[in-house]
């Protein structure tokens, strides 16, 4: 039975997470909310699912996976439960626990992209809350990418496997995750993020080889690969976007 | 070898989740920020481990967890980690990821608290940033809370085996988390939370029961208990509260 990913149809978001270690792995899914509701799929699938009044495990939020009968949310997690079926993760349990560490960062640093132009209220649009956003958004720019960057680029550094993953020896999800966060942010801030191969010169190696994985290629060539855009995560707002010293 | 947890001395915040779980399960462990610099504890403890410049696995921020050689960092990794070692957590595997996307959806509530007196930047003071804070904690009041709480309780109501739990028919790690989020709240928001016992009747049991069981009542007698303050998490700022329609 293939698994079922529930995420916004029009967005990469928090669910390309996902999307990209199911297509790494070459797994059997279905991306409900794009599909036909001729086929039971589509928006209104989720949140039958979300809205459900008498079953247990509801999703607070999407994406959430569905695995047979089991519902799993939150990025972290799906990514954590897939890991090692897919083989993107280590076997022993112990050490996925420091894999699932490094994949908290991420969504830490996701959230706060999203704050850099949702700063006050995710109800309102962002044109009600502009100059918030700028004044964090330089604060993001300034200090919160050198220091979420500074330190996988330092985890890298100090693998002992060597700095081509971000966790031993071999390619596990959290190495796709960071490929999505250099990507989005080279997407949302062009100006800020131009220095990264010269700053983080091991986290843009990184990127690069993932981009030119097979799967991950074929994939970002495909249709199923959403265009960034401003509905996202990641939004190109020029007016939140500046130079770095 | 008792465990040790890496966390801000001198507040709740988010190691107070830690706390709880391995108190209530009377677990051995040391609280290494609090313990004397003459036994090699003290924040400088911490702070050798995050900058350690040649280990593999650096968390990025505390709380951390170290168990023998193993570094465990963010509160729902760590929880995760301990709760079926602790009997807080089912066995199964899969339900062990149900439960940590409920925890998951209590670390996002968290930052948002957070945000409510931070919401331009943690690297300024609350005061310069009081009128950005007015409006998002207006933002949290009005919206937030009632779709997490109400979520919660929620999952309370359909719980297959009783509101007493959020998951299951037993004590696990999550409502204890639930209780220090209530708790919380209610520290930091006494208008916006007054009737959280007519609103939210499942989540105010679940926190007073949690708040009697024994090892719980003895902790927070304790002086292991630091006071809320206004350097954690959950701040009481009366110029953020307000009453609820």
């Keep these: 039975m293939p698994y079922e990913l529930y995420y916004w149809d029009s967005i990469q978001g928090r669910g390309e997470f996902v999307r990209l270690t199911l297509e790494e792995a070459?797994?059997?899914y279905i991306d409900v909310c794009r599909g036909p509701a001729s086929k039971g799929q589509g928006i209104s699938a989720m949140m039958a699912i979300m809205g459900g009044r008498?079953?247990?495990?509801?999703p607070f939020?999407?994406?959430?996976?569905?695995d047979g009968d089991l519902i799993i949310p939150h990025v972290a997690n799906i990514l954590m439960y897939l890991g090692p079926t897919l083989g993107l993760a280590p076997k022993e349990e112990a050490q996925r626990h420091v894999?699932?560490?490094?994949?908290?960062?991420i969504?830490?640093?996701?959230?706060?992209v999203h704050?850099?132009?949702?700063?006050?209220a995710t109800s309102k649009y962002y044109e009600d809350q502009k100059e918030e956003a700028k004044a964090r958004a330089a604060e993001f720019i300034g200090n919160r990418?050198?220091?979420?960057?500074?330190?996988?680029?330092?985890?890298?550094?100090?693998n002992p496997q060597g700095p081509a993953h971000i966790f031993g020896g071999g390619l596990t999800y959290v190495d796709l995750s960071l490929f999505q966060v250099y990507e989005g942010l080279r997407y949302a801030f062009p100006r800020a993020t131009a220095h990264f191969p010269d700053r983080y010169p091991h986290l843009s190696a990184l990127h690069a080889a993932v981009m030119k994985r097979p799967n991950i290629a074929r994939y970002l060539r495909s249709d199923r690969r959403i265009p960034f855009n401003?509905?996202?995560i990641f939004r190109r707002y020029p007016e939140l976007d500046r130079d770095m010293a």
Excluded: C, M, W
């Excluded at 008498?54 to 509801?58: E, F, K, M, V």
């Excluded at 894999?99 to 960062?105: A, I, M, R, S």
């Excluded at 969504?107 to 706060?112: F, I, K, Y």
């Design 26 to 28: 070459g797994a059997d």
């Design 54 to 58: 008498s079953d247990a495990d509801i």
């Design 61 to 66: 939020a999407p994406p959430f996976l569905k």
């Design 99 to 105: 894999l699932n560490g490094l994949q908290l960062t």
């Design 107 to 112: 969504t830490d640093l996701v959230a706060e």
């Design 115 to 120: 704050d850099t132009h949702h700063p006050i």
């Design 145 to 158: 990418i050198p220091k979420y960057l500074g330190y996988f680029e330092r985890v890298l550094q100090q």
């Design 230 to 232: 401003e509905n996202g």
